[in-house]
């Protein structure tokens, strides 16, 4: 990609983050901390000027026709601004990842390895109506050494720039921290967007946050370093040796307490012995609690009201309160039915026989398997990472839930007194 | 990408190995390190049968003028043979990645996640004449529980024909393994390698081998993940506190002992405070050595012999008897040329100064730095990886030199019994 094919203003903007990361790479986490109490005290303080801009975004999307569900993302609360800063402090208060050392070995010549994980550089995300992920993302990627570069929507452009002004306004108030830090992409047309997915030479990762269709736009556009947070069609398989009212709970929370999220149980794979008995009771609850059925023959000839599964059904991502159910023969056909239809997310089991669960959380290819507990503990914030930069569903770099760890890299650091390769 | 546009060939292939992989990813150590001895002894029978095979190749490439060269390495001998197989035997002898528990912790509802380390699946690896790579790569992939797609170049095709017929029939006398573990795709046509490129499904890590050429043509056009095996513009600054008899070793070793590879030194940068008596006697003794200097005005003034650095001599990657040389005034000088024109693979220093040491360390942004040693430990084997897949310098997945590691990713195991989420 050519530099004239990126236009000034984007460039610019990564640029400047590209800069600054050379001073964020080295902040101590004493001094980076610092910046992350005075970028909340900063937004606490400045409350009401940033719903005055958001006034302005809100009007606007109104006056546009904007949904309703949107519009309510899109506003800034007074609990939501609280919300945004205590993200910022527990941001604040997790370890540190840069300096980790990983791993580390001395050779016989003498020279010694140490693996330390070190920031990425520039952290570019994209994400869309709600403003207080600007504020978040910032905390994250401050924290782990990054300068960030921040692209959200136009629907909340106002909002983005008050905050992101709140931000730059704080760091300058600090001597060791870069002023230019934190960068907004204040361009919101769709060619800026593309020429963010292209700038190669100044972004070392760009996350999405968003929808299928801002996932479908960077996995065809993107040249820079990506992590995607992809689908979840993920599956639960109840073994022949499954603890029965574990599996129905199991169930029943991984389908119905948010059945809109990634992680919520799409397909139920139950073993041929729990069919006559078990498999009716718990679809007669599953229904009580609104859910539709979706099932094989086996399952329609024991539960007679579920609908006729197509094909199709086995790999969609509902996100809605149906459930597709197939009868297996056991672990294998459950292990080739994910493997055929799965999107490689989350995978569960509920099994006693511990073979069966061993066999299943080695065989699995996706990015988390839940052994007698719910996939909906697929959550950054469920495995202890504070706030979340999203689930990855791809296996180089990061897989399964993002924390702080996904925005840093490891570094080689060789020590020796001397030796040279003589060869 | 749909499938039509994939050669059923490719497609075929790559299926293949796909479902070979569902059974590989779950073999033991015991029986891959079988695999890897009936591997490594089969080659050892058909000694004559992969020669016959190769001298086809080597008319072949004769015929058509290509270089000699070219031609030596095509060329399989005897030694050869025996390097392929006790570099399958070293693979053996290597500690298994899969199963490696990274990192593990529990969480206040008692649910307990482990992160294991797994195979990928299906590694792709493009190479070029050099067929003893067909072996090495298959060997390495077996080791790491993954199958193996492989596609070397049209001048090697019978060798590489006869090698992966070889192993296949090796692996067809074992129970345990796949027969479709390893495969080759046997078109040579760059349409073929377009076409694995764009294998996304079947595909979880492609490797490219070889030149640069290849390296674009992978960057161009790659859908399915990639690690590259990127340039080594390498730099040793040399500081005021340096130890001057290690320096001098330090940069001599790394400018001549392989001008050739990516880990030898391409610029030397030098604080002024040795410009006058430290300089002119190591250039001294480079330019006894064959090599040419190319330097600033600083360097210049104390040694007339250089010849005028350009600009572009700063980012060029010699891989030659040439080296570029500047004066600095010190370690921030050193870090933002290097920053500047460095292609963050392996940057080295010579420094006695433990706080000039840790900074450079810290902040050099390449995948490997080294201290007070050569550069030229930045490989596989020296790092203690046995057989080398190459040298990352991406910064996502794998950086620096990789070994099997690298053809393994992290899953999230969560362990409970019976736990909810009820948010």
Redesign the interface.
Same mark, same amino acid.
């Given at each position: 990609m050519s530099e004239t094919a990126i236009s000034e203003t984007v460039i610019e903007v990564c640029r400047r983050a590209r800069e600054a990361s050379?001073a964020t790479?080295?902040l101590t986490t004493q001094v980076k901390d610092r910046a992350l109490v005075a970028i909340a005290d900063a937004i606490d303080a400045a409350r009401e000027s940033l719903q005055a801009a958001n006034a302005l975004d809100v009007e606007a999307a109104r006056a546009a026709g904007t949904s309703a569900t949107l519009i309510d993302r899109l506003t800034l609360t007074d609990r939501r601004i609280t919300g945004m800063t205590s993200a910022i402090r527990t941001v604040r208060d997790l370890p540190d990842p840069v300096g980790q050392v990983v791993d580390g070995?001395s050779?016989p010549n003498g020279?010694h390895?140490d693996q330390v994980r070190?920031p990425?550089?520039v952290v570019a995300v994209i994400y869309e109506a709600r403003p207080n992920v600007t504020a978040e993302v910032a905390a994250l990627c401050l924290k782990s050494g990054n300068a960030a570069v921040l692209r959200g929507s136009s629907i909340a452009m106002h909002t983005n720039v008050a905050i992101a002004d709140v931000i730059t306004e704080a760091l300058r108030g600090l001597d060791d921290v870069p002023d230019d830090a934190v960068q907004l992409i204040r361009d919101a047309s769709r060619d800026a967007a593309l020429e963010l997915l292209h700038a190669d030479e100044y972004i070392?990762?760009l996350v999405p946050r968003g929808g299928p269709g801002l996932i479908a736009t960077v996995r065809e556009n993107a040249t820079v370093?990506t992590?995607i947070d992809g689908d979840g069609n993920c599956h639960v398989y109840v073994d022949a040796s499954a603890?029965l009212a574990?599996a129905t709970?199991?169930v029943v929370?991984g389908k119905t307490?948010?059945p809109s999220v990634c992680n919520a149980v799409e397909t139920l794979l139950v073993h041929e012995d729990l069919a006559d008995e078990w498999l009716p009771k718990v679809l007669d609850e599953l229904q009580g609690l609104g859910v539709e059925v979706r099932g094989d023959v086996r399952t329609r000839q024991v539960w007679p009201s579920a609908a006729e599964a197509q094909d199709s059904d086995w790999s969609t991502e509902y996100l809605d309160l149906i459930l597709a159910v197939r009868v297996v023969s056991g672990l294998d056909e459950a292990?080739a039915h994910i493997?055929r239809y799965g999107t490689r997310n989350a995978e569960g089991i509920v099994a006693q026989d511990i073979a069966v669960a061993q066999?299943f959380?080695?065989?699995?290819?996706?990015?988390? &398997?839940?052994?007698?507990?719910?996939t /909906?503990?697929?959550d950054g914030g469920?495995?202890?990472y504070g706030v979340e930069i999203g689930v990855s569903t791809?296996?180089?770099?990061s897989?399964?839930?993002m924390g702080l760890q996904s925005l840093t890299?490891?570094?080689?650091? &060789?020590?020796?007194?001397?030796?040279? /390769?003589?060869?």
């Open positions: 050379a790479r080295e070995w050779r020279i390895i070190e990425l550089g070392d990762l370093p992590v603890d574990m709970d199991i929370n307490s948010r292990l493997n066999r959380a080695r065989a699995i290819d996706s990015g988390s &398997v839940f052994v007698n507990t719910s /909906r503990y697929s469920e495995f202890g791809q296996k180089l770099h897989r399964g839930p890299c490891v570094k080689n650091v &060789v020590w020796g007194s001397g030796q040279i /390769r003589v060869l």
